[in-house]
């Protein structure tokens, strides 16, 4: 289990605001994420093995991932989040994405080498444009995690979370 669960009452509001005031997809699907992971979810929305910890916003050499999971068997996921856009801008992730594992495995070679290292690109891209990022992620060895545009869940999203914040103020 995350060890965000242990989240003080003031923490818990400043997540949920900052979920409700998101205006972009890319901030969304980041926030998203944490829910995902605060409740324990991050396995099965990924499809991963067992999680030992996990980190938004992980810094690497010359960049940030947006998601890092460490695993229990001793992998590394690394997650990239893309906003739904120009395909050329999505598949621009999977580099990134390739670049972020180069650097882990340059520090790795410090310390202890990760038995692997998965590559996720999430995205709400949708029609023609997903299937064109899929069959790059594809390709590139990447796995494609399409999830729901900022529009469709904006007023779901707002809904539940000022719901949970009532029953927990």
Not at 101 to 125: C, D, G, H, N
Request: glycine share 8%.
């Amino acid at each position: 289990m995350s060890k965000d669960v242990a989240l003080s009452d003031d923490e818990w509001r400043e997540l949920a605001r900052q979920f409700v005031a998101s205006r972009n997809d890319e901030a969304c699907i980041a926030l998203m994420f944490r829910f995902h992971a605060i409740f324990g979810h991050l396995r099965k929305v990924l499809g991963c093995s067992k999680i030992d910890r996990h980190h938004f916003e992980y810094a690497v050499k010359g960049g940030r991932v947006d998601l890092a999971l460490f695993h229990t068997d001793g992998g590394i996921s690394l997650v990239e989040f893309k906003v739904d856009g120009p395909v050329h801008a999505v598949v621009a992730g999977i580099g990134q994405l390739f670049f972020y594992e180069a650097m882990f495995l340059r520090k790795a070679q410090r310390s202890s080498k990760p038995s692997y290292i998965k590559k996720y690109l999430v995205s709400p891209v949708a029609g023609d444009d997903a299937q064109s990022v899929a069959e790059a992620c594809e390709l590139a060895g990447v796995q494609f995690v399409q999830c729901a545009p900022f529009a469709m869940v904006s007023g779901h999203r707002q809904r539940c979370i000022e719901s949970w914040v009532e029953n927990h103020a």
